[in-house]
């Protein structure tokens, strides 16, 4: 994976389409990945958090929803993005 920016502001910025955007899923993909990100790490640490484990199981699902939905919606947006985020699909 790419690294990101740890600002989410930042990360706003970067994956936004026009300003004040926060709710495409190009942004709501990045933030999900910042977070899937810091989870992974808090795991490699804490291995026995069967919690934040559960946690981390749903916010992948939730980026792979999104991530579907811009694929279905615009392919060229969608490889664009996978692109930047650094994913293998």
């Known amino acids: 994976m790419k690294k990101l ?5 930042k990360l706003i910025e970067m994956f ?3 300003d004040g955007d926060t709710g495409s899923p190009e942004v ?11 989870l ?3 795991l490699t640490e804490n291995n ?10 749903k916010v992948i699902a939730k980026r792979r929803r999104i991530l579907n ?3 279905k919606l615009d392919e060229k947006r ?4 996978i692109e930047q985020i650094g994913l293998k699909k």
Not at 48 to 57: A, M, Q
Request: proline share 3%; no cysteine; net charge positive.
């Open 69 to 71: 939905y811009l694929q």
């Open 28 to 38: 709501q993909s990045a933030l999900l990945t910042h977070k899937i990100l810091r």
């Open 48 to 57: 026995k958090d069967n919690h934040s484990r559960r946690g981390l199981l």
């Open 16 to 18: 936004a389409q026009k």
């Open 78 to 81: 969608y490889k664009k993005l």
């Open 5 to 9: 920016p740890d600002d989410k502001q």
């Open 40 to 42: 992974t790490e808090h």
